[in-house]
Each structure stands twice: as C-alpha cells, then as structure tokens.
T-cell receptor, first 109, second 116 residues
Framework: KNEVEQSPQNLTAQEGEFITINCSYSVGISALHWLQQHPGGGIVSLFMLSSGKKKHGRLIATINIQEKHSSLHITASHPRDSAVYIC???????????FGTGTSLTVIP | DTGVSQNPRHKITKRGQNVTFRCDPI?????LYWYRQTLGQGPEFLTY????????KSRLLSDRFSAERPKGSFSTLEIQRTEQGDSAMYLC??????????????FGPGTRLLVL
C-alpha cells in the first residue's frame, strides 16, 4: 500500500497545453512537497504546501487537506518542463517522508 | 547546483564490500536527510539528522546501514556487506528549521551505487 499515489504516471502534451498532475495521500501530514526531477537525477523543490494554493511563474500548486489531495498545474507548457514530477508528504507524526512514484511529463514542441 | 554536494557521484562495488558516501549540506542548514531511489521509483526516506542528532530512521534502514553526522555539518552513509539490492541512487538533502515559506529541501546530485 502506497501512502502517496500520483496520476497520471506518464503524460505527453503539446507545447502550450495546460497540464494537471494529481496527488492523493492517506496519512496525516504537516506539509506536502512538489519536486521536479530531470534526467540525470537532479531534484529541485518546487513547492511546499500546508494549505491553500501557491503560484510560482507558470506553476500552480493547490492542496485540499480535507480530501487529502493536491494538484500541480503547469500553464502554457514548454518542452523544458519535461521532467518527472514527484509528490511527497511529510507525516505529521514522526517526521517520515513518503514519496509518490512520480509523473513523467514530456512536452512536445 | 543547489549547494548540496555528494561524493562520490558513482560507485561500483562487489557484493559483500563496504561502501561509504559523503554529503556536504548547505552550511547554515541544520537538517540533513538521506533518501534512496531505485530506477523508476520515487525516493524513499532513509533517515534524517537535526544538527548531529539522528532523529528518525526508516524501517528500510537495515542493520547494514549506518549514518552519522558527527559535527552537525557533513554526513556519511555507510553500507556494510553490500547486496545487489542495494544498487540505487542515494540522495542527500538539507533544509533549515524553522523553514522559510518558499525554501524546503535542497537536494544533492546523488551517489549512484551499483553492486555487482
């Protein structure tokens, strides 16, 4: 049983499309993270959320604590957005982190 | 470059050998995390330190694994008697507590381990 589930697992989009990646979790959390991992392994932290919505450039992250669900949106997608996007949650007891398996995004010019 | 460095970047070893990895976090960061990532999977939490204290260990961390952060700065992760199933990317991340609203964990480039 995975504490964090992401969908879709793979996503291909045309440049300019609006993209949504979903994350559901089953544990109580103190924070949810969206991470971006490029080929070669480097991981970049995009957002940390505990409630509501955050926006950074073309990226928007939302979280619904009651429904235990978060979404990552990319507006006007670009080929450089191609990467694996990982949802991770920090459990509110014990400080354990649980990660989703990632969504592999490919944006085609 | 996030400011977190890991060495070595790659390690190939024979089954049964011991290996040690090093992580140098961002200097003012008091928290340091170790994760393991196998191909096609998300990272798995292994352990974390606040300063020199190891506060949490995952059940994934068997007796063959040990981590230290003796002076609250760099950390080492040692795997004894390596097994082929230990082959993975070992990631280190650091953060500052209390956290800024935007800054979370900064990840190093990882050490890729292959056990033959």
């Amino acid at each position: 049983k995975n504490e964090v589930e992401q969908s879709p697992q793979n996503l291909t989009a045309q440049e300019g499309e609006f993209i949504t990646i979903n994350c559901s979790y089953s544990v109580g959390i103190s924070a949810l993270h969206w991470l971006q991992q490029h080929p070669g392994g480097g991981i970049v932290s995009l957002f940390m959320l505990s409630s509501g919505k955050k926006k950074h450039g073309r990226l928007i992250a939302t979280i619904n604590i009651q429904e235990k669900h978060s979404s990552l949106h990319i507006t006007a997608s670009h080929p450089r957005d191609s990467a694996v996007y990982i949802c991770a949650v920090e459990q509110d007891t014990g400080n354990q982190f649980y990660f989703g398996t990632g969504t592999s995004l490919t944006v085609i010019p | 470059d996030t400011g977190v460095s890991q060495n070595p970047r790659h390690k190939i070893t024979k089954r049964g050998q011991n290996v040690t990895f090093r992580c140098d976090p961002i200097s003012e960061h008091n928290r340091l995390y170790w994760y393991r990532q196998t191909l096609g999977q998300g990272p798995e939490f292994l352990t974390y330190f606040q300063n020199e204290a190891q506060l949490e260990k995952s059940r994934l961390l068997s007796d063959r694994f040990s981590a230290e952060r003796p002076k609250g700065s760099f950390s080492t992760l040692e795997i004894q008697r390596t097994e082929q199933g230990d082959s993975a990317m070992y990631l280190c991340a650091s953060s500052r507590v209390p956290r800024d609203t935007q800054e979370t964990q900064y990840f190093g480039p990882g050490t890729r381990l292959l056990v033959l």
